[in-house]
C-alpha cells in the first residue's frame, strides 16, 4: 500500500546486519556509549588521534589507479603488435634498418594514440570526483569542531542537520524532528523518520530507525549520533565488499578482438611459413631475400593500423556521449552500448524527476486532478476534464491551505527551477496552495503559528496551531490516512460539517493507492478562544476530515519518449526499484513500459528456484522492493539468456549489479562513488533518456567500427595477395615491404580514421538490437573483404604489368602500384561509408568533412611519395607523369562503379 507512514515505506525487506558488527540498533543509548567507551561530551583530542591512527581513515578503499607507464605498455598488449615487433627485430638484426625503423614507428603511432584517447574519460570521471569534499561538525572535548569526514573515529559524537551528509555509521543519541534520505541503501526516495528508540536485534536495515548510516542525507531536522563504524566497516563499506567477489565480464568487443587477433596472427604466420618454405626451397630465394618478403607478406596481412583506429573510433563515441551528458570510464563500453538488448532502470531520479507532486485531491464530493509537475507553483485544477477556479471550492482551498501552514518546507526559485528546502512531501504541499490561489509567504505571515507538535513516527502526525487576526485559533493536521481517520468524527462539505463515511474514505483511499500515489489526510478542528498550545490529547479526537491528497514521483516526459524509442530499437526496460510494487506499476504504466506490466517483488522473488527466477527475468517488467542480492541474481538471469545489459543505479547497493552487468551506469548527480567505480558510463544528468541517446551513440560506434574493419581488412588483404601471387609465379615484387608500411600508415590514419566520425545513419534505432554473440565478420563482410580484396589484386597487378609493358623501370611501375593501391583505398572508403544505403548519391559524393580532410591529406602525401626526394630515398619511388596518373585514376573509379553494383545485387538478393 502507498499509504504506509514513510519509516514504513523506507524499509528493504531482507537486509542484515553487518557481519562482524554489534547489533548497535539493539542496544539502548548509554549501553552505546559505554560499549565504545564514549561520552555525550564526545572524545578528547588524544583519544580520537589514538583511535584514528588505529583504525584508519574513514573512507572506503579506493580502487588501484594503474600507473602511466603501465597504460602505456599495455597498449602494445596484442598479438598483432607482437608480430610486427617481432618483424621489426629481425628485420633490424639482418640489416634492414629502414624497414626495422619504419615498423617500430608505426607501432609507437599507434600506441601514443591508445593511450592519449583512453586518459580522456578518466579524467572526466576525476572532475566528478573532486567536487565532493566532505566535512563533519563533531563534539570533542565538549567543544564543537569541524573536520574532515574521514578523521572520524567510533566513539565520536557527530552533529547532524538538515543538508548533512552523514559522514559514518552512528546510533543516534538526539533527534528532533530528523528525516534521513536513505536512497543510497534502499533505493527508497522518501526521507525516513528517525528516533532515538533501541529497535529489534533482527530489525530489517530500512527498520533501524535509530541509525543514521554513512552515504545517506539529511532532509529535514537535527540530531545527534555516537559513531560506531567507520570506513569499511560501516553499512555501505559491507556492500562495497561484495563487488570484489563479483566477475566483471569482457565487453563483446574486448571478446570479439582477442579471438579476431588470434585467428588472424595464426593465419598471418602459418600462411608466412609457407610462404617462406615455398620461396626457399621451390623459387630458390636466398634466405635474406624469402625473409624480407615474407616481412612484407605480414606487414601487408597485419591490420598494424585497426588497434588506433578502433580506440579512436571509441573515444570519437565518448566524446559524443559527453555531450550528451553520458560521460564514459571505459572506451569498449561505447561499442557495448550498441548491442545492448535489455536495460534495468531505477525508477526515482532516472525514469521519474525525484520531485513529489500532488496528484490528485479528494474531498467528500470531489475528485480534483492537479496539474503541473515538480515543486513549481504553476498549474491548474480540474475536475471532470474542466479546468475550476479553485476559490469557489471552499473545501479545497481549506484543504490546500491546511497543507501550507501544518508544513516547514519552503519552495525557492533558483537557476536549476524551483527546489524545495525541507521533506519533499511538504514541497509538493506548498506547490498546491499556490496552485490553489494562496499566497505561501503571505499567508504564513498573517496566520501566525503559535504551536505545533512535530511528526513522530510513534503518533503518525503533525499538528499546528494557528490563529488569524479576528478569528479563533484553528488546529490543522495532517498525516497518516488510517491515523487520521481514527481521529475523525466528521467530513468537511460545502453545507459544513457532516458524519464521515468511512467507507467511502476507505475506498477512496485504495483508488489513490491503486494508481500508486503516497496519501496524505489533512483534518482540522477550532479551538477554544485563547488557546496558546496543544497537546497530543486535544488534536486525537473530534477532528474534521478536509480530505485526501495523493502525491506521486511523476515520470520523467522525455522517459516516455525514450522508453517508445526502447521498444522501436527492440530493447526491453525493465524497472529495478526498492519503491512499492503499487507505486512501481503505476509509474512504469504511465511510462508506457507495458500496458499491464508484470510486477513482483523482492520477497516473490526469495521463493523461487533458478529455473522460476529466470523466467520471471524474462517475463516481468517490474521488480519491487529489491535488495543488492536480488538486482545481481537479475543481471546474472538476464545474461544467462544470452542478453546484452545495461544496468543503472546510484547507491552502494547498486554497485555489485553495476560491475556484473555489461554496461553499468551510474548516476553523477546522486550517485555514490561506489556506484561510479564499479560502472562504465556516468550519467552527469541522472536522466533515462540520456541512456537510451547513449545506446543511440553506440549502435552508430559499432557501425562505424563495421566500416573500419570492411575498409581496412580488404586493403590489406589485397596487399597480402600481391606479394604471395608474386611469390607463387617467382616474380619481382610489385611493391617492397616499406612502401606497404607506407600504405597502411597513411591511409590508416588518414583515411581509416575519417570512418570513426561518420553520423548515424537514418534507421539506427529501427533495427534489432545486435546478439551479443554475433561475430565481428559476418558471412556477407567476409564475402566483401575477398571481392575487395580480389579487386585490388587486380588493380595493382594491372598497373604493374602495364608499366613494365610500357617500357618503365621497377622502380616507377611499383610508385604506379603505390599509387594505385592508395587511389583504389579511397575511392573505396566513399562505397563503404554507407552500410545499409547507396554511396553514389550528392550526399555521399560529398562526404563529411572528416573525410575531405582525409582525402586531402592523403593526395598531398601521395605527391610527397612520388615527388620529394627525401621520401625517395626512403621508399626508393619515383616520379610518375600525368597521362599514369590519368590512368591511375580511372582505376578506382573503376573499383567504385563495382563495389556498389555488388551492394545493390547483394541488397536485391537479401531482400525476403
Not at 519552495?411 to 524551483?418: C, K, P, Q
Not at 463515511?501 to 477512496?508: C, K, L, Q, S, T
Not at 610500357?806 to 602500384?817: I, K, S
Request: aromatic share 6%.
Amino acid at each position: 500500500m502507498t499509504s504506509h507512514t514513510p519509516h514504513e515505506q523506507g524499509r528493504t525487506h531482507g537486509a542484515r546486519a553487518a557481519p562482524d558488527a554489534a547489533n548497535w540498533h539493539a542496544l539502548a543509548v548509554e549501553e552505546t556509549l559505554t560499549r565504545l567507551s564514549s561520552s555525550r561530551a564526545g572524545l578528547d583530542a588524544d583519544e580520537a588521534a589514538r583511535r584514528l591512527a588505529e583504525v584508519g581513515p574513514n573512507r572506503l578503499p579506493e580502487a588501484r589507479q594503474r600507473s602511466t607507464l603501465v597504460r602505456f605498455l599495455l597498449q602494445f598488449h596484442n598479438l598483432l603488435i607482437y608480430v610486427l615487433l617481432a618483424a621489426g627485430v629481425v628485420s633490424a638484426l639482418i640489416g634492414h634498418g629502414t624497414d626495422a625503423g619504419v615498423i617500430f614507428a608505426v607501432v609507437v603511432i599507434n600506441a601514443v594514440i591508445g593511450f592519449v584517447q583512453e586518459g580522456r574519460a578518466e579524467r572526466a570521471l576525476d572532475a566528478i570526483r573532486s567536487m565532493i569534499d566532505p566535512h563533519a561538525s563533531v563534539l570533542r572535548g565538549g567543544q564543537r569542531l569541524s573536520i574532515a569526514a574521514d578523521e572520524i573515529v567510533p566513539g565520536d559524537i557527530v552533529l547532524l542537520e538538515a543538508g548533512d551528509r552523514v559522514p559514518a555509521d552512528l546510533r543516534l543519541i538526539r533527534a528532533r524532528n530528523l528525516r534521513i534520505d536513505e536512497a543510497a541503501l534502499t533505493g527508497e526516495s522518501v526521507p525516513v523518520d528517525k528516533t532515538t528508540e533501541a529497535v529489534d536485534a533482527s530489525a530489517a536495515l530500512g527498520d533501524r530507525l535509530d541509525l543514521a548510516f554513512s552515504g545517506t542525507f539529511v532532509t529535514a531536522g537535527s540530531g545527534i549520533g555516537v559513531t560506531v563504524a567507520t570506513g569499511a566497516t560501516t553499512e555501505l563499506g559491507r556492500i562495497s565488499a561484495m563487488i570484489g567477489a563479483v566477475e566483471q565480464l569482457a565487453t563483446p568487443l574486448i571478446r570479439q578482438m582477442d579471438q579476431f587477433a588470434r585467428q588472424i596472427t595464426l593465419a598471418v604466420l602459418g600462411v608466412s611459413a609457407l610462404v617462406f618454405a615455398y620461396a626457399v626451397y621451390v623459387i630458390t630465394y636466398g634466405l635474406d631475400d624469402a625473409f624480407m618478403a615474407v616481412v612484407g607478406l605480414a606487414v601487408a596481412a597485419i591490420p598494424e593500423g585497426l588497434p588506433a583506429v578502433m580506440t579512436i573510433t571509441l573515444a570519437v563515441g565518448v566524446q559524443r556521449m559527453a555531450r550528451r551528458n553520458a560521460i564514459i570510464r571505459r572506451l569498449p563500453a561505447v561499442e557495448t552500448l550498441g548491442s545492448v538488448s535489455v536495460i534495468c532502470s531505477d525508477k526515482t531520479g532516472t525514469l521519474t524527476r525525484n520531485e513529489m507532486t500532488v496528484r490528485d485531491v479528494v474531498t467528500a464530493e470531489e475528485r480534483f486532478t492537479v496539474e503541473g509537475t515538480g515543486y513549481a507553483p504553476h498549474g491548474g485544477i480540474v475536475v471532470g476534464g474542466i479546468s475550476i477556479d479553485p476559490p469557489t471550492f471552499r473545501v479545497l482551498e481549506e484543504l490546500a491551505l491546511a497543507g501550507l501552514l501544518c508544513n516547514d518546507a519552503h519552495l525557492r526559485e533558483g537557476e536549476a527551477g524551483w527546489q524545495v528546502v525541507g521533506d519533499p512531501m511538504e514541497g509538493a504541499l506548498v506547490a498546491l496552495a499556490a496552485k490553489a490561489g494562496h499566497q505561501p509567504d503571505a499567508a504564513r505571515a498573517e496566520i501566525a503559528r503559535l504551536d505545533e507538535i512535530p511528526f513522530d513516527s510513534r503518533h503518525r502526525y503533525m499538528a499546528t496551531l494557528n490563529r488569524r487576526e479576528g478569528y479563533e485559533p484553528t488546529i490543522y493536521v495532517k498525516g497518516a490516512p488510517e491515523r487520521l481517520l481514527e481521529m475523525c468524527d466528521s467530513a468537511a462539505s460545502p453545507e459544513g460539517p457532516r458524519p464521515i463515511d468511512r467507507e467511502y474514505w476507505e475506498a477512496r483511499l485504495a483508488d489513490l493507492a491503486a494508481d500508486g500515489e503516497r496519501v496524505l489526510a489533512l483534518a482540522r478542528t477550532v479551538a477554544p478562544a485563547g488557546t496558546s498550545d496543544i497537546a497530543p490529547e486535544s488534536v486525537e479526537r473530534d477532528l474534521c476530515l478536509l480530505g485526501f491528497v495523493g502525491l506521486i514521483d511523476p515520470p520523467r516526459e522525455e522517459a516516455v519518449a525514450a522508453i517508445e524509442e526502447c521498444r522501436r530499437a527492440g530493447i526491453s526496460v525493465k524497472m529495478i526499484t526498492g519503491d512499492h510494487a503499487a507505486t512501481a506499476r503505476a509509474i512504469a504504466t504511465q511510462l508506457g513500459l507495458a500496458e499491464d506490466p508484470r510486477t513482483v517483488t523482492g520477497r516473490d522473488l526469495d521463493g523461487l528456484d533458478d529455473g522460476a527466477f529466470a523466467a520471471e527475468a524474462r517475463q516481468a517488467s517490474v521488480f519491487a522492493r529489491t535488495s543488492p542480492e536480488h538486482k545481481l541474481r537479475l543481471v546474472q538471469a538476464l545474461q544467462a539468456d544470452g542478453s546484452t545489459i545495461a544496468m543503472t543505479g546510484d547507491g552502494v547497493n547498486d554497485a555489485p549489479a553495476l560491475k556484473r552487468a555489461d554496461v553499468g551506469v551510474a548516476m553523477g548527480n546522486k550517485g555514490t562513488e561506489a556506484a561510479k567505480e564499479a560502472s562504465e558510463m556516468v550519467l552527469a544528468d541522472d536522466n533515462f533518456a540520456s541512456i537510451v541517446a547513449a545506446v543511440r551513440e553506440g549502435r552508430t560506434v559499432y557501425d562505424n567500427l563495421t566500416k573500419v574493419i570492411a575498409w581496412t581488412l580488404p586493403t590489406n588483404g589485397g596487399e597480402a595477395m600481391t606479394i604471395i601471387l608474386a611469390i607463387l609465379f617467382g616474380l619481382t615484387l610489385p611493391v617492397t615491404p616499406v612502401q606497404i608500411l607506407w600504405i597502411n600508415m597513411i591511409t590508416a590514419v588518414a583515411l581509416g580514421l575519417t570512418l570513426a566520425f561518420e553520423p548515424t545513419e537514418a534507421g539506427a534505432m529501427s533495427r534489432p538490437a545486435r546478439a551479443a554473440g554475433q561475430r565481428l565478420i559476418s558471412g556477407r563482410l567476409l564475402w566483401r573483404i575477398l571481392f575487395v580484396s580480389g579487386l585490388m589484386v587486380a588493380g595493382g597487378f594491372g598497373i604493374y604489368t602495364w608499366a613494365t609493358l610500357n617500357g618503365h623501370d621497377v622502380e616507377t611501375a611499383r610508385t604506379m602500384v603505390v599509387n594505385t593501391m592508395v587511389v583504389m583505398e579511397i575511392f573505396y572508403l566513399f562505397s563503404v561509408r554507407y552500410v545499409h544505403g547507396a554511396s553514389i548519391t550528392l550526399e555521399g559524393v560529398l562526404g563529411t568533412r572528416a573525410v575531405l580532410i582525409g582525402v586531402a591529406i592523403v593526395v598531398v602525401g601521395q605527391f610527397a611519395f612520388t615527388y620529394l626526394p627525401p621520401l625517395q630515398a626512403v621508399f626508393d619511388s619515383r616520379p610518375i607523369g600525368l597521362a599514369d596518373g590519368a590512368l591511375i585514376i580511372a582505376i578506382g573509379i573503376a573499383l567504385l562503379a563495382i563495389v556498389e553494383l555488388e551492394k545493390r545485387i547483394a541488397a536485391r538478393i537479401s531482400r525476403p
